[in-house]
């Protein structure tokens, strides 16, 4: 069964600190992993995307890393910022169709003064 | 502006009602999804259209849900005889070449 699970759902920590969040999924033929930052009511926000023979990829103070073999990913922000306040999902894309991405349920961090 | 844009923001209707959900994509961007965001929950893909045609509409709900497309450019999502359940946030991203760029969303209440 293809699943997407991300940890920890939740995630509070003091500006300036730095954080990791984890992706695993059992999603079979991959194409490639994307981070996406989700701000309360607002739509999703592309970071990163990675394919298969990509290992890491950053984006700012944004570092996502891949490995394909274990099948886990991991999205490092650094220096955190209020503004890093937002949901954290996880997509990944099946390799035969466009529209095949299966969603993990993010984490959810709150950056703190 | 250059994003996807969703109309309305905010949609509060009665139980048995009809709502149309609005989404209007990057110009140029052929494919189209729809999905669904329960309070507290992950995306829930509903419906893929490349160009005008809908190659995959799996994850429509119910036959209480449609959806179209014209000219390759506007979307509408139809929800007959809206249930409680129905309320959440309805996304909307489209895409050229792969990465989805999503619309902000429209926050759908069923009384």
């Known amino acids: 069964k293809n699943q997407v699970e991300q940890s920890p759902q939740s995630l509070i920590i003091l500006e300036g600190k730095n954080c990791t969040l984890q992706c695993n999924y059992t999603v079979s033929p991959f194409s490639n992993l994307r981070w996406y930052k989700q701000d309360t009511g607002r739509g999703p926000v592309s970071l990163t995307i990675m394919t298969f023979s990509e290992n890491t990829k950053s984006n700012g103070r944004y570092t996502a890393t891949l490995d394909a073999d274990t099948k886990q990913s991991s999205l490092h922000i650094t220096a955190s910022q209020l503004s890093d306040s937002a949901s954290y999902i996880c997509?990944?894309?099946?390799?035969?169709?466009?529209?095949?991405?299966?969603f993990g349920t993010g984490t959810r961090l709150t950056v703190i003064p | 502006g250059a994003g996807v844009s969703q109309s309305p923001s905010n949609k509060v209707t009665e139980k048995g009602k009809d709502v149309e959900l609005r989404c209007d994509p990057i110009s140029g961007h052929t494919a189209l999804y729809w999905y669904r965001q329960r309070l507290g929950q992950g995306l829930e893909f509903l419906i893929y259209f490349q160009g005008n045609s809908a190659p995959d509409k799996s994850g429509l709900p119910s036959d209480r849900f449609s959806a179209e497309r014209t000219g390759e450019s506007v979307s509408t999502l139809t929800i007959q005889r809206t249930q409680q359940e129905d309320s959440a946030v309805y996304l909307c991203?489209?895409?050229?070449?792969?990465?989805?760029?999503f619309g902000p969303g429209t926050r759908l209440t069923v009384l």
């Open positions: 991203a489209s895409s050229l070449y792969g990465t989805q760029y």
């Open positions: 997509v990944v894309a099946l390799l035969s169709g466009a529209n095949n991405l299966f």
